[in-house]
């Protein structure tokens, strides 16, 4: 899985995304504007324009526009190179007719940040720092050089020197501010949607194992009847075979090779029936079912119900969701891995609430992560060793999956080290429950009545007929 980090450095934010038909489309809504803003200047304002060479600047971009429409297919993705190029060319155009028409004192000198800012979102950064540094040059060029504003009566059209340098400054830094903003927005965007894509192939191969379960275990269950038969007969048939060993060998072959079979489907089936019962169960199985892959990697996983290592009142019956078996999977691996010895998996109910806490005997969380957990961010850097966390390449889209996939079950999720400091300001409720958890500690709640199971009725007996 390609690691994810939202950070202006981040190459892996940039895609040949941009197509040629939205370069084409913006640059002829430019073209447009020029034309009305030098027919405005010179039929309504009165200046004196180099019409000449104003023409030949939008002349230019309509010969491109048009060549890359003939020559090429508007649906085409450009290439990052074939992207800067395009808006180098624009930034160029756009400061050539802005030299024409007063430069630093032409307000449409603004329009200098549209380039940088589509580079910040759409290019990598070092195609964004070559821009940026390309327009603070240019700005730096119109305020030191440029063809007056002027009327057809001479008068000239020139901000004092103060605000010329005031506007230098102000271009520079939006274009500074905007282009690392946007680049910010963008990577953060596309963080985003990368780990809700893999959420959601998560949550599509849970459900997916789930329906494949109840259908083995369907399969499984109608194939008994049958099953048991073969062996009835078989064993008939070896008391009535005694006398001859030949067929009393092939007798005893079919009832072996039918318990076995038997037994397949029964592990096959272990999941159980995909029928109205088997979609709930109490709250410890879901919770084990869980955790079950991460019992054998050496670490101790301790199960608690209201913070006793045994059970002493009913616990409720919940619905088994996919998104909860996957999200508390994830918990309880992230748990595995960061612990020294031991993990602790606590089940707290209430009247109205449901709590499950995962914590372990490990480092903790680093400080400065804990206000970031539950985002996608992932570091590219190499895994660390258990029970050091930090800059551990699993950590944050893991979380985020488990995070995502138990908040779509209605569940609130909190996380804190262990010390108890930090887990007493967080409530009664943990500092009791997981006292003996000195590392990292998640709590997922819900309201009772969204997380337990209804009681219902299983539909009719089905008739089975053995023959």
Not at 277 to 306: C, F, M, Q, W
Not at 457 to 464: E, F, H, K, M, V
Request: charged residues 15%; aromatic residues 6%.
């Amino acid at each position: 899985m390609s690691t994810l980090s939202p950070t202006l450095s981040n190459r892996s934010a940039r895609s040949e995304w941009v197509r040629l038909r939205t370069l084409v489309m913006l640059r002829w809504l430019a073209i447009i504007g020029q034309i009305g803003a030098v027919f405005v200047s010179v039929q309504m304002v009165d200046l004196d324009l180099p019409l000449g060479l104003c023409a030949l600047a939008i002349g230019a971009s309509v010969i491109l526009n048009v060549y890359s429409a003939a020559a090429l297919p508007l649906n085409k993705r450009l290439t990052e190179r074939e992207t800067l190029l395009m808006l180098t060319f624009d930034l160029c155009q756009l400061v050539f007719l802005l030299y024409l028409t007063g430069g630093i004192n032409n307000p449409f000198t603004l329009l200098i940040l549209a380039p940088v800012t589509i580079s910040a979102t759409a290019l990598s950064l070092n195609a964004t720092i070559s821009l940026g540094i390309i327009a603070i040059a240019f700005i730096t060029m119109l305020t030191v050089s440029n063809v007056p504003l002027a009327t057809t009566g001479g008068e000239q059209f020139e901000l004092p020197v103060l605000f010329q340098w005031g506007n230098w400054i102000a271009m520079t830094i939006g274009v500074l501010f905007l282009s690392a903003y946007a680049r910010r927005v963008s990577v953060e965007t596309f963080s985003m949607s990368q780990a809700l894509a893999a959420t959601q192939m998560a949550l599509e191969r849970e459900q997916k194992l789930s329906m494949l379960g109840g259908v083995v275990a369907a399969a499984a269950h109608e194939m008994g009847t049958p099953l048991a038969t073969i062996k009835l007969v078989s064993s008939e048939m070896q008391e009535d075979l005694q006398t001859s060993p030949e067929l009393l060998e092939d007798a005893k072959l079919i009832h072996s090779q039918a318990d076995r079979l038997s037994t397949i489907l029964k592990e096959m089936g272990r999941s159980g029936k995909d029928d109205l019962l088997l979609k709930t169960a109490p709250l410890e199985s879901v919770v084990k079912e869980a955790s079950e892959p991460h019992e054998d990697r050496g670490i101790k996983i301790n199960y608690l119900y209201n913070g006793n290592p045994s059970l002493v009142v009913p616990m409720p019956t919940i619905t088994r969701q996919p998104e909860v078996i996957h999200g508390l999977r994830n918990l309880v691996q992230n748990a595995v891995d960061f612990a020294a010895e031991q993990v602790w998996i606590n089940m707290v109910w209430t009247e109205s609430t449901v709590s499950i806490f995962v914590g372990d005997d490990g480092k903790g969380y680093a400080s400065d992560l804990l206000n970031r957990i539950g985002d996608p961010y992932v570091s590219s850097g190499p895994k660390r060793r258990s029970g050091e966390r930090g800059e551990y390449e699993g950590m944050g889209l893991g979380l985020f999956i488990a995070k995502t996939l138990l908040e779509r079950a209605k569940a609130v999720l909190s996380f804190a080290n262990g010390s108890p400091q930090t887990v007493g300001s967080l409530g009664p409720a943990w500092l009791e429950h997981m006292t003996q958890a000195n590392g990292a500690i998640v709590c997922v709640e819900w309201a009772r009545d969204d997380l337990q199971a209804t009681t219902q009725a299983l539909g009719q007996n089905q008739t089975i007929n053995v023959l």
